[in-house]
Every structure is written in structure tokens, then in C-alpha cells.
């Protein structure tokens, strides 16, 4: 598959995958959700940016079947304590906003909100969108490789 083609699935995958969390209400779903479309558009090129697509023959470590199941792993043991942390600093913030007397200062808080929730979605949509760019190239003739052959470091 093509850039453009990795970078439009991430965008959407990402996007609908935070989406899909639905714990957010208001704007901490929209910032979620658009953190979600950032990370998924990065995530959908990162296999790309690890090893760079100036062949076909390209996949290796980055694009292996072995790297994708641990990143299931961290997506089920890891991400979620991230966006946790994330999400606790967005509601410190929303309460040290509240308790503001000064509009700039409640202003400054209220942005700090939404980049922590916009956090939480980045690093929720960044995994399943680099699963989506293996299973993208997993249909190509050349497919990617079930471990890495760690070629690459050698050279």
C-alpha cells in the first residue's frame, strides 16, 4: 500500500477508535477523538518512518508479524494506564480551572484540558493504526514477515 493510502486509514481508524471509548463526555471525546485521528495519521506512516518503503523489500523488524502482537500487548497492558494518567491530569486541570478567579488563568487551564484529552486519544489511536498498516501490507504480493530477520542493524 501507498503512503497516502496508510495515512487516510490511520486518520479514520484512529479517529473511530477513540471515538469507540465513549468515557469522555463534551470536549474531552472531541479532543479525544481528534488526538485519536492524529495519532492514527502519524501511526499509519510509523512502520514506513522505521524502516523506509525505497523497495519492495523493504519490511523487516518494523513490519513483522511478532512486532504487531507486542504491540497488542502494550495496547492492552500499557495504553490504558497512559491514558489514564491523561486523563486524571485533564480533570486536575478542569478543577484548578474552576477554582480560578483570574479569566486567563481559567483560559490557560481549560487549554490544558484539552491537550491532556487530546493526549489520551493520541496514544490510543497510535497501535491500532500501526496494526492497520500491517494488515494493509499483509495483503500486498510481498506480505511482511512473521519475525524479524533483523537485517537492517547489521548493516
Same mark, same amino acid.
Given at each position: 500500500m501507498?503512503?497516502?493510502? =496508510?495515512?487516510?486509514?490511520?486518520? #479514520?481508524?484512529?479517529?473511530g477508535y477513540a471515538f469507540q471509548a465513549k468515557e469522555q463526555p463534551g470536549i474531552g471525546l472531541v479532543m479525544e477523538m481528534l488526538g485519536g485521528g492524529v495519532g492514527g495519521f502519524w501511526g499509519g506512516r510509523l512502520p514506513d518512518d522505521l524502516e523506509p518503503a525505497i523497495s519492495s523489500w523493504h519490511r523487516d523488524s518494523a513490519h513483522s508479524v511478532s512486532v504487531g #502482537?507486542?504491540?497488542?500487548?502494550?495496547?492492552?497492558? @500499557?495504553?490504558?494506564?497512559?491514558?489514564?494518567?491523561?486523563?486524571? &491530569?485533564?480533570?486536575?486541570?478542569? &478543577? @484548578?480551572?474552576?477554582?480560578?478567579? =483570574?479569566?486567563?488563568? &481559567?483560559?490557560? =487551564?481549560?487549554?490544558?484540558?484539552m491537550f491532556w484529552h487530546f493526549l489520551a486519544g493520541f496514544v490510543n489511536g497510535v497501535g491500532p493504526v500501526y496494526l492497520s498498516h500491517l494488515a494493509l501490507d499483509c495483503i500486498t504480493p510481498r506480505s511482511i514477515p512473521m519475525f524479524p530477520s533483523f537485517s537492517s542493524l547489521a548493516a
Open positions: 501507498n503512503g497516502e493510502t =496508510h495515512r487516510m486509514v490511520g486518520l #479514520a481508524t484512529g479517529a #502482537a507486542g504491540i497488542v500487548a502494550a495496547m492492552r497492558t @500499557k495504553v490504558p494506564a497512559w491514558q489514564d494518567f491523561c486523563r486524571e &491530569q485533564a480533570e486536575a486541570q478542569r &478543577q @484548578k480551572q474552576v477554582a480560578a478567579t =483570574h479569566p486567563f488563568i &481559567q483560559f490557560l =487551564h481549560s487549554l490544558a484540558v
